[in-house]
């Protein structure tokens, strides 16, 4: 018969009551409370630090501290590094999200299909996620993208074109190009889950009604990833809006503030030239950035939470 | 052929081309590390080379810098999750089982806590941190990652809890269960899968990180990101090396990867895909 | 002995109530069946006895002793559940002596009792399989093992067959009826299927939105409906239910009104019925004969043979459809004009609100001796 465990009866909710447990309830609150307690704390304590910050004229190289109002604010939205690092940030997000999200809708799809070796190809595919950023940006900086010795560059050259100085010349771009790298596994992953979920009753009755494959992509495939594919969307953005690792270990930033994003940016303030109040006010912008974007995915995700 | 296979074929090759071709960087990496400096970075590239363990042995043997990077990071990624679980699964049963109005909601406000960008907060954790002397502390970077990770651990936790059927628990309490054996007997066996694949995420999460392990850790305290990192400056002679250290410091989280494919799905979307 | 006695039984969830004052005795050694449709309360009240869930008020006792705040071990019940919920990590002897084990209980004695279970059930071939090796019939009889191997007062099954298929079922329920009787212990049953409830129970107490319809020995239900509801759900083919009116009441009998104006003498009790009053006739397919003579006639719109047996959809004058069951040669067509005669002891007359009308005579099955007298409902 069956392999599969029955599955539980269905019936009026059935909760779990305190007497069932044998009269002695276990301590619910002391249970939650280290948990609760931590993240209280981890959540607030720092955010009202910096948001107390963002207000004070603080330089660690200086002794002189005190309140400066909306002075660093002012100063950091005159700053021609915040305008561009918030551009780049804006332009890296996008152009990941885009990259991701399209190829990986592909891969998706690609990986669905019935082939030899498909366990072993998915593994493949889904390695980059794995990576470390560090070990990932030096790769590519040094085995591929480098202009003398890296493979990219003997490429070009073996076809007669002039190897490309990613990281002088187009050092957003090879940013994107990584950072995509590593993120395309993520959403193959999740999208290929959404697409496994999709009955096959549904795809067949296409078939019958006469939907080739592009029809089925189109009108079948993509409306039942919708919700996956919002999902996967909100969740990038929210982890691309704090790219660092990738840039601390191959541009700095550069050339000039080409390839500064935010993050980068308010590490700089902060670690390299000390300004803690600036750095803070920096901070700020960046909460402000994350929690518009967090909004709209807790929106969702409280429709599936069920508890 | 018939059509099927020639269909089936011709996906193969080109599923199996998309999947090489994004593999590949991690590919010639691995290659990378078996040639000598000279042939590393020999232009043309060689494909064929005879292979040698001398990077290998250098950089685990030859670099005490890599094995206490190594250590360190074993050692944060794993206490971190050992102490994350040891947190969360108190909360994750209390929730599961005797839930509340409120539990949804503090379900994502923990949730949400994972939503704060970390360069919002790197100003005062670094002063906090160096006023505290936790700075380049191994046990510092421990405690933060257990707070990165433990939305994720908990929300994980709770849903795999909430697989268990309710009458496996209600049959156990009419044998005569406690709490305590209804948890340890009953439950923790049942779960068991699910808080194997909740502690691989974590791990996966800690080892990975880059921003607090860049910034929070010198010398002392540096996990093997930090390592790898410092050989950012261009340096020839060391690729081959690095190629090396990399290929050891990525090879057991790919393992890791691999065998957590599926619950990832579900702790990295925080349950909006299953 | 193992009596189980409910007072005033309340459960609310939240502002629902779910079960609205239910009082019920069963008595030592009894099967007791409790049925009703799908929301009737019948598997939350089974839980309150079990202690699975919290009583809103009134009582419930165990051989006379209250065990409201009794936790469901200590009640010295067991319970089977619907979707067996056997413990998967563990084999069929662990599962069984699971109980055992938390009350620490010496493995010699564990064993002995496991070995005595497994043989009741014919299990001991498979003691060492995990569930999940198991088929859905073994999986419910290690379910059974596990209960008999506590040696409880009360056992409990909430829907046991329900998941089983129907051949499976039928062997079953023959099954249950000898481990009864092999156990002689006290049984509350609660299922959704009346075939269940009339072939396997002492005594059926039928619910509905949270209430005891009627409480009574299956004969007693089948030929003695205290109700519309009752009348309806026990026994298939549904009984067929007319509009029919008081035309003249005397002494001791009434004359009804029948589909195409023929009348019908039905004996009541005394003083029951009103001239005039509008009431609805039942009466069982089993019960109408097909009569060249019958009172009623009507076009047969439907012929079904199931071999055993055949069931004819009648549309009688006046419009209404009636079941009408009878042997398997019968010869009748579609669309054949027939005569149906309605027997005046077969018929049960209800009021306005549904509540039968008394009749003076009774049923001799309907008395058979169960264990102890047969209680009222609420």
């Known amino acids: 018969m069956g392999t599969a465990l029955p599955q539980a009866a269905a019936g009026p909710p059935r909760r779990f009551s305190l007497m069932a447990a044998g009269g002695r309830k276990p301590p619910v609150a002391a249970m939650k409370l280290p948990a609760v307690g931590l993240l209280l704390a981890w959540s607030l304590i720092p955010l009202f630090m910096t948001l107390w910050f963002s207000f004070r004229h603080f330089n660690l190289l200086d002794a002189d501290r005190y309140f400066s109002g909306l002075e660093n604010y002012k100063y950091l939205l005159t700053d021609d590094a915040l305008v561009a690092s918030v551009v780049n940030t804006l332009i890296l997000v996008v152009s990941v999200l885009i990259v991701t999200v399209g190829l990986g809708t592909l891969l998706a799809v690609l990986l669905d299909q019935d082939f030899w070796g498909r366990g072993i190809a998915r593994v493949l595919i889904i390695a980059p996620f794995f990576v470390m950023p560090t070990v990932s940006a030096l790769v590519w900086k040094n085995l591929l993208m480098h202009p003398v010795n890296g493979l990219f560059g003997f490429l070009l050259r073996s076809v007669g074109l002039q190897a490309i100085d990613w990281f002088a010349d187009y050092p957003l771009t090879a940013i994107i190009i990584m950072v995509a790298w590593q993120w395309l596994p993520f959403a193959t992953l999740i999208l290929l889950t959404s697409v496994q979920a999709l009955d096959p009753e549904r795809k067949e009755a296409a078939r019958m009604d006469g939907a080739g494959p592009i029809s089925m992509f189109f009108f079948i495939i993509i409306p039942h990833l919708a919700r996956s594919i919002g999902v996967v969307i909100m969740i990038e953005m929210l982890f691309l809006l704090s790219i660092f690792a990738e840039i601390f270990v191959t541009t700095s930033g550069g050339p000039g503030n080409a390839s500064t994003n935010l993050p980068f940016l308010i590490y700089r303030y902060a670690l390299l030239d000390f300004d803690v109040g600036g750095a803070s006010a920096g901070g700020v912008l960046a909460i402000v950035l994350a929690n518009i974007v967090a909004m709209f995915l807790m929106r969702s995700l409280a429709k599936t939470i069920e508890a | 052929m018939n059509r099927t296979v020639?269909?089936?074929?011709?996906?193969?090759?080109?599923?199996?081309?998309?999947?090489?071709?994004?593999?590949?960087?991690?590919?010639?990496?691995?290659?990378?590390?078996?040639?000598?400096?000279?042939?590393?970075?020999?232009?043309?590239?060689?494909?064929?080379?005879?292979?040698?363990?001398?990077?290998?042995?250098?950089?685990?043997?030859?670099?005490?810098?890599?094995?206490?990077?190594?250590?360190?990071?074993?050692?944060?990624?794993?206490?971190?999750?050992?102490?994350?679980?040891?947190?969360?699964?108190?909360?994750?049963?209390?929730?599961?089982?005797?839930?509340?109005?409120?539990?949804?909601?503090?379900?994502?406000?923990?949730?949400?806590t994972k939503f704060m960008p970390a360069v919002g907060v790197l100003v005062p954790i670094y002063l906090i941190f160096r006023d505290t002397g936790l700075l380049d502390v191994r046990f510092g970077l421990l405690v933060v990652y257990t707070l990165v990770n433990l939305p994720i651990v908990v929300w994980m936790l709770f849903s795999f809890f909430k697989e268990v059927p309710p009458e496996i628990l209600e049959a156990g309490r009419m044998d005569g269960a406690h709490a305590r054996d209804e948890v340890l007997l009953l439950l923790l066996p049942l779960a068991l899968p699910g808080i194997a694949s909740t502690a691989l995420l974590a791990i996966i999460l800690s080892w990975n990180e880059a921003f607090w392990s860049l910034n929070l850790t010198g010398p002392a305290a540096a996990p093997l990101t930090y390592y790898i990192a410092s050989f950012s400056s261009p340096e020839g002679l060391f690729w081959a090396k690095l190629s090396a250290a990399s290929t050891l410091a990525i090879a057991p989280i790919l393992v890791f990867g691999w065998l957590s494919q599926k619950q990832l799905v579900r702790g990295l979307t925080f349950g909006a895909v299953k | 002995m193992a009596t189980v006695t409910l007072k005033d039984v309340r459960k609310k969830f939240g502002d629902f109530e779910v079960i609205k004052g239910v009082s019920l005795e069963v008595l030592d050694r009894e099967f007791v069946v409790f049925v009703g449709p799908s929301g009737c309360g019948k598997s939350t009240l089974l839980r309150l006895v079990a202690g699975l869930e919290e009583i809103s008020s009134g009582d419930v006792l165990i051989d006379g002793v209250r065990v409201n705040d009794v936790s469901p071990a200590a009640r010295g019940l067991a319970m089977v559940f619907q979707s067996y919920a056997l413990y998967p990590h563990m084999n069929v002897a662990e599962n069984m002596g699971f109980s055992l084990r938390l009350a620490r209980v010496s493995r010699e004695e564990r064993d002995r009792k496991v070995r005595e279970a497994a043989h009741i059930l014919q299990l001991e071939p498979l003691l060492h399989r995990k569930p999940r090796q198991l088929s859905g019939g073994q999986r419910q009889r290690v379910a059974i093992g596990r209960a008999i191997v506590r040696n409880p007062k009360v056992f409990l099954f909430d829907e046991p067959l329900s998941n089983l298929d129907a051949a499976l079922r039928v062997q079953m329920r023959v099954e249950l009826t000898r481990l009864h009787d092999a156990l002689q212990t006290t049984m509350i049953y609660v299922t959704h299927d009346q075939v269940e409830a009339m072939t396997l129970a002492d005594k059926i107490v039928v619910l509905q939105g949270g209430i005891i319809e009627q409480v009574g020995s299956p004969m007693e239900l089948f030929h003695h409906p205290r109700n519309l509801f009752v009348a309806g759900f026990i026994g298939s083919p549904k009984m067929n239910f007319l509009k029919s009116g008081a035309r003249s009441v005397r002494d001791g009998a009434v004359r009804v009104g029948l589909p195409g104006g023929a009348e019908l003498e039905v004996l009541v009790e005394a003083g029951k019925v009103a001239q005039g009053a509008s009431l609805t006739l039942g009466i069982r397919p089993e019960h109408i004969a097909l009569s060249a003579q019958g009172a009623v006639r009507g076009e047969v719109l439907v012929v079904e043979r199931l071999g055993t047996s055949t069931l004819l959809h009648v549309r009688v004058e006046g419009g209404d459809l009636l079941t009408v069951s009878t042997d398997g040669e019968c010869p009748v067509h579609m669309h054949e004009q027939v005569g149906l005669s309605l027997p005046t002891e077969r018929v049960h007359l209800f009021d306005q609100e549904g509540v039968v009308v008394p009749r003076p005579s009774r049923h001799p099955l309907a008395d058979v001796k169960v264990r102890g007298p047969a209680s009222g409902a609420a």
Do not use: Q
């Open chain 2, 6 to 112: 020639r269909k089936k074929a011709i996906t193969t090759a080109v599923a199996w081309l998309v999947a090489l071709l994004i593999f590949f960087p991690i590919i010639w990496m691995g290659l990378a590390s078996f040639k000598t400096e000279i042939e590393a970075v020999a232009t043309p590239p060689r494909l064929f080379f005879s292979p040698t363990l001398e990077n290998y042995r250098d950089v685990a043997f030859g670099r005490a810098n890599y094995l206490h990077c190594a250590f360190n990071s074993i050692y944060v990624s794993f206490g971190s999750t050992a102490l994350a679980l040891l947190i969360a699964v108190p909360a994750a049963y209390a929730m599961a089982f005797f839930p509340t109005g409120r539990t949804k909601d503090m379900l994502l406000w923990m949730l949400s």
